[in-house]
């Protein structure tokens, strides 16, 4: 068959599955099997037997809402590429702000010392090690699986990774840090249901449950971060949609930190709160 025809056919069994973006899926999935760019799939004249067996497996896994990731092996984040697969959280699109922002942050100092706490695959780490040379880039996951990940995309950088709890992590740093990050788990148990199935089934329970009001870990975000950081040194952190008004307020209500102040996504959603510790 053409790469057209398989195309064709696997989009309209993704979107029967509820697959949000199933002719992309279909794309990337079929450039995978082949070793080609997905701007490469239309020169092909015909898809042999072995390659259109092993492309029906993927759509069939993709089907069942396994993470596109998950079956390529990768995910794109910014300028890096990260390995991902079961047991580590797959970094998305809109994490990429949250980045871009502590890369804003950590350029603007001569020698910037940052900390990603719940550092998950390494995204936002090795994303500002990779933008900001001079800096000391920290990192800590508490989930072992996940570590690994880390471990393997962290690998050739400078980025220290540590396996532990936030909460007690880089005691060693207490007072010294610049720049702190965070995506902690954030979705309240009360909406099991609403979440997707691709991460509410495979991506780790650690990386999404976060009490009944989904601020448990964004309140040891704060408390950490209070330790952690200098006077007037900033924090970021990721939060639900919903959360634009009941993330900042964490941080507000411990009268600690000044310039606090919500961000939004490119989809104008609230997406992630920072703020300075004061002075």
Known sequence: ???????RQAAAQLALAGVASPEYDASVLLAHVLGVPRSGLFLIDEVAA??????????NRRSEREPLQHLTGTAAFRHIELAVGPGVFVPRPETELLAGWAIEQAQALPSARVVDLCTGSGAVAL?????????????VELDPQAHDWAARNVLNSQV???LGDMAEAF?????????VTANPPYIPMEAWESVAVEARDHDPSL???S????????????????RLLKPGGVVGAEHADVQGVSAPEVFLQTNRWVDVRDHRDLA????FVTARLAR
């Open 160 to 162: 220290d990774l540590r």
């Open 127 to 139: 994303s500002i090690a990779d933008e900001v040379p001079n800096a000391h880039v920290h990192a």
């Open 1 to 7: 068959m053409t790469p057209r025809e398989l195309l």
């Open 211 to 226: 009490g009944d009001d989904g601020l448990d870990a964004m309140r040891v975000v704060e408390r950490t971060a209070a």
């Open 171 to 179: 005691t060693d740093l207490d007072g010294t840090v610049d720049v």
């Open 207 to 209: 990386a999404l449950w």
């Open 50 to 59: 072995a390659h259109s067996d092993e492309f029906e497996a993927l759509i």
């Open 268 to 271: 104008g959603r609230p997406r």
